[in-house]
C-alpha cells in the first residue's frame, strides 16, 4: 500500500512539475491547495506522499494549503471555491466528492485528483477517451473488478448470494456496484445492492444485509472506509456463514492499477 502511495505522489509530482515549468521559470513561490474530502489513512498519506514529494523537488519554492473537509459535501464547495478565490497555482482534490467540488469552482485552475476511482463517472463524461479534456489530470485507484470477483469465488464457493454494500452518494461506488454486479451474473450468482445515504444508515443497513446474504462486497468507498470499525462490530465472526471481504481487502491481492490520465 505504502508503495502505491508513493507511485500516486510521484505521478502526480511529475504531472505538476512539468505544469509549472511550462508557466516559466524564477523566483515565484508556487501556493498549493490540497482539498482531502475526509480523514482516513488513505487519503491522508495520499497527501502527505504529495507534500514529501513535492516538497523534495522544488523546496521552499512551493508552500501548501491543506484543508479537510471533514466528509462534508458543502465544506467541499466552500473550500475548493476559497482556492480559486487565493488564486493558487494548483489543486490537489484528495477523493471523489473534493475532485466534483474542485471541477466546478474553477475550469482554469490546473486540478489533479487522486483516490478517484474512475473520472467520467465523477465528471459526468459520457464519451470517455482516456482524458478529461477539461483542466482536470491525476490517478485512479480502480481495481480490477473481474479480479476481485474471481477472488470471491475462490474464498467463497458455496456462496450463492452476494450483497453489495456501498454508499449512493459516491458515484464511484456505483460505477463500481454495476461493473461487480455483471460479473457476478456471469457466474450466475444472485446479488443485491445494500446503499446508504450516509454513516448515520449504515448499521440498519449493514444488519438487513446481513439477514439476507452469504458474504457482503463492500467496494472501493470513502463511507465505508471511514466506518469499517461499524460494519465489522454488526456483521458476525469469522465462523459464521455470514462474511465480510471488503473490496480494499480483495484489492491488496491483485494488481492495483493506478493510470495516469494525459
Not at 512539468?18 to 515565484?28: I, P, R, V, Y
Request: charged share 20%.
Amino acid at each position: 500500500m505504502k508503495k502505491a502511495h508513493k507511485l500516486v505522489s510521484a505521478v502526480l509530482v511529475s504531472t505538476m512539475v512539468l505544469s509549472m515549468t511550462a508557466c516559466g521559470s524564477g523566483e515565484k513561490t508556487y501556493k498549493v491547495g490540497i482539498l482531502q474530502q475526509l480523514e482516513h489513512p488513505a487519503l491522508d498519506q495520499a497527501t502527505q506522499g504529495f507534500q514529501d514529494a513535492l516538497t523534495k523537488l522544488m523546496g521552499d519554492s512551493v508552500t501548501f494549503d491543506v484543508q479537510n473537509a471533514q466528509g462534508e459535501q458543502a465544506n467541499c464547495s466552500s473550500i475548493a471555491t476559497t482556492f480559486v478565490s487565493n488564486n493558487y497555482d494548483l489543486i490537489l482534490a484528495n477523493a471523489t466528492t473534493a475532485l466534483q467540488a474542485s471541477a466546478a469552482a474553477t475550469s482554469t485552475i490546473p486540478v489533479l485528483g487522486t483516490s478517484v476511482t474512475d473520472y467520467a463517472t465523477a465528471l459526468d463524461i459520457d464519451d470517455w477517451t482516456g482524458a478529461t479534456g477539461k483542466n482536470i489530470s491525476g490517478t485512479s485507484d480502480l481495481a480490477p473488478l473481474d479480479q476481485q470477483e474471481d477472488m470471491l469465488v475462490e474464498l467463497f464457493p458455496d456462496a450463492r448470494n452476494v450483497g453489495i454494500l456501498y454508499c449512493s452518494a459516491e458515484p464511484n461506488s456505483v460505477y463500481q456496484a454495476t461493473e461487480f454486479g455483471k460479473y457476478l451474473d456471469e457466474d450466475g450468482i444472485s446479488h443485491k445492492e445494500y446503499t446508504v445515504a450516509d454513516s448515520n444508515d449504515i448499521a440498519s443497513v449493514v444488519q438487513s444485509a446481513v439477514s439476507e446474504v452469504d458474504v457482503i462486497y463492500i467496494p472501493t468507498d470513502n463511507t465505508m472506509a471511514g466506518n469499517t470499525e461499524a460494519v465489522d462490530h454488526i456483521t458476525p465472526g469469522r465462523h459464521s456463514s455470514h462474511r465480510r471481504r471488503g473490496g480494499n481487502l480483495l484489492r491488496m491481492r491483485c494488481c492495483n492499477a493506478l493510470h495516469q490520465l494525459l
